[in-house]
């Protein structure tokens, strides 16, 4: 016996049609095909629910791919930084000694224009963008307290009008960078001195509005001891 299966796309129903080898099957043929009609009929509304899922699936991953796509951009610096408070006093002048409870901690002036030496510290480094430099502050940290201490929440931020660019953020926008010497901040010894470098992404226009904030944590969650500073 030869079985044979169509869809009809219009009614979405099954017909089955069984061909006999006996010329005189002709009338159980038929009868046959009124009962199996009347067996699976029912089931059509079924499977055009079936095909409905089908299709809608198919279009949500086709759609799912192209959003996932198109929001794959990177990021721009100056959108993530947040915004500066305005400053309560005049910043002190480059190179004074900031002292908090476990250190004291003195700024450099700020290097402009060092994406060379940026460039000559990385393995594979990345110019920065039109009108943006890289630039450096050296700085130095004393541990004051009587046991080995970590400098990890000493934060340097290059503030250019109401814009943050804070020294760890680098580290996120610009994985791939380094810093050459960056600062120590591990393990420092009581009374012992670190120092090295911070370094910032900016744009060429902070050049003309700059100050620098110093924030030191005496831990995390705890007040914090907040100083602003000249950069040049």
Not at 23 to 41: K, N, V
């Amino acid at each position: 016996m030869n079985e044979t299966l169509r869809l009809d796309t219009d009614a979405l129903h099954l017909i089955f049609t069984f061909d006999a080898a006996r010329s005189d099957a002709a009338p159980r043929r038929s009868s046959t095909r009124a009962r199996l009609r009347h067996i699976f009929t029912p089931k059509r509304e079924r499977l055009a629910g079936v095909a409905a899922v089908l299709i809608a699936v198919s279009l949500f991953n086709t759609a799912g791919g192209e959003v996932q796509a198109n929001s794959d951009q990177p990021e721009v610096p100056a959108q993530t930084a947040p915004l500066a408070e305005p400053l309560a006093s005049a910043p002190l002048e480059v190179g004074a000694e900031v002292a908090s409870e476990g250190w004291h901690v003195q700024l450099g002036a700020v290097e402009w224009g060092a994406q060379d030496r940026v460039a000559a510290a990385t393995y594979m480094p990345t110019p920065p963008p039109d009108d943006w430099q890289w630039a450096l502050v050296d700085i130095s940290v004393t541990n004051t307290s009587d046991e080995v201490a970590s400098a990890g929440l000493i934060e340097v931020a290059l503030v250019s009008g109401e814009i943050v660019f804070a020294d760890w953020l680098m580290s996120h926008h610009y994985p791939a960078q380094t810093i050459p010497n960056p600062l120590p901040r591990e393990g420092i010894p009581a009374g012992g001195l670190s120092a090295g470098y911070v370094g910032f992404m900016v744009p060429n226009a902070a050049i003309d509005d700059c100050t620098l904030r110093l924030t030191i944590h005496a831990s995390p969650g705890d007040a914090v001891h907040q100083t602003w500073l000249a950069c040049n």
